[in-house]
């Protein structure tokens, strides 16, 4: 490590970014590549330094070009993504390509991906996991994890569930005598596995609720979700509507679709908090349909066709708030469209076969058999 890098990096530690890029830019005028990595990530993070992708993409090409492996796999997403150079995907599939091929795990994850994705090149789940087992080899566990997925569901070679949870199992659960969290997302994966019996001879809800639990604890969105579901039906675990809740919450603050939507059935027919009812058991709190339309219009928002239909039918129904025919219709129609809800067509071609009288301050829907 040079002595502008050693510097750089002590300025870094102590949040003195401004000296820090000064160091790397310095050792990077000397041709030092480590203060050229480095003062690439400051221009891309505007940290230290004016944000400049084009100048943090330019300094990694020049390393690229030279065989710089680090550079070469810290380029590619910029291609994938368009950052400081034109979007390029082809481009990230060759970079990666060229790392992997130079034994590089980050490389061969992440082309394995692109092989699994059919991005920057065409779809091949067999080279996926060829190059997803190339890294999972070097103990990078996002390829364990991935090869684990492939295997699961027989993509790319045939399905082998027992494998999958013996390569999900290898990086979710840490031994006692070493010290980690786990990879979440395997974590996540093992818990599946463990909720539906996939790949072992019986389901054990309670394991699963475990590894849920030490994912979402880890920030797993999809995992936060899937507990509040054990959490709400009492699977694996007592059953508890407050955890359930916050759970779910979490999820969908974090911008899960199908915890938005599921929050917004919760607060609709309001099973989300109990009170002691007076026979001994637990009653239902009263709904909040202001909240649920609130959360059906996030996931609704992005593309989630039954929640559309229900931010649709609450607005007409003037749930929450006043009623919207005009907003009703539309996102009826929106989940209506061609190959999408047939219950959302039929629902809308009631609509126009009965019309929708209108109230005050608001037009109603005419009438229209032929719609």
């Not at 993409?57 to 291609?79: C, F, H, M, R, T």
């Not at 996991?129 to 027989?154: C, D, I």
């Not at 989940?335 to 219950?343: E, L, Q, W």
């Amino acid at each position: 490590m040079s002595k502008d890098l050693k510097k750089a990096k002590k300025a870094e530690k102590e949040g003195d970014y401004v000296r820090a890029a000064q160091f790397a830019k310095h050792g990077s005028e000397q041709g030092h590549a480590e203060c050229s990595l480095f003062y690439a990530s400051l221009l891309l993070a505007g940290r230290g330094v004016p944000k400049d992708a084009a100048g943090g993409a330019q300094l990694l090409q020049q390393l690229a070009d030279k065989g710089n492996v680090e550079a070469i796999v810290s380029l590619a997403p910029l291609y994938l993504e368009g950052t400081g150079v034109e979007k390029k995907p082809s481009e990230a599939h060759a970079l990666n390509l060229r790392a992997a091929q130079k034994g590089n795990k980050i490389g061969q994850y992440h082309v394995g991906s692109m092989y699994a994705s059919g991005v920057g090149c065409d779809k091949d789940e067999a080279e996926a996991v060829k190059w997803y087992r190339k890294a999972h080899e070097q103990s990078f566990h996002p390829a364990t994890n991935a090869l684990g997925y492939m295997l699961e569901h027989g993509l790319g070679e045939r399905k082998n569930e027992k494998e999958a949870v013996r390569l999900y199992r290898k990086v979710a659960i840490v031994p006692d005598n070493m010290i980690g969290l786990g990879y979440a997302p395997a974590q996540a994966n093992l818990a599946r596995m463990y909720a539906t019996g996939k790949g072992m001879k019986e389901a054990n809800e309670r394991e699963a609720v475990v590894l849920y639990r030490k994912a979402a604890e880890q920030g797993h969105v999809d995992a936060a979700y899937r507990l509040s579901l054990l959490y709400e039906h009492g699977l694996g675990v007592e059953r508890d509507v407050t955890e359930a809740m916050r759970w779910c919450r979490m999820a969908a603050d974090s911008g899960h679709v199908l915890a938005q939507h599921h929050l917004g059935d919760l607060f609709s027919s309001g099973p989300l908090e109990t009170s002691t009812d007076p026979s001994g058991g637990d009653a239902p709190a009263p709904t909040d349909q202001r909240k649920a339309v609130m959360w059906y219009a996030a996931a609704a928002k992005k593309g989630h066709v039954p929640a559309q239909l229900e931010l649709g039918i609450a607005l007409l129904e003037g749930k929450g708030g006043k009623r919207d025919i005009g907003r009703g219709v539309y996102w009826c129609e929106r989940a209506a469209g061609p190959g999408r809800d047939p219950k959302a067509a039929s629902y809308v071609g009631k609509l126009y076969e009965r019309g929708v009288p209108g109230g005050p301050g608001g037009a109603g829907l005419e009438r229209d058999e032929a719609r």
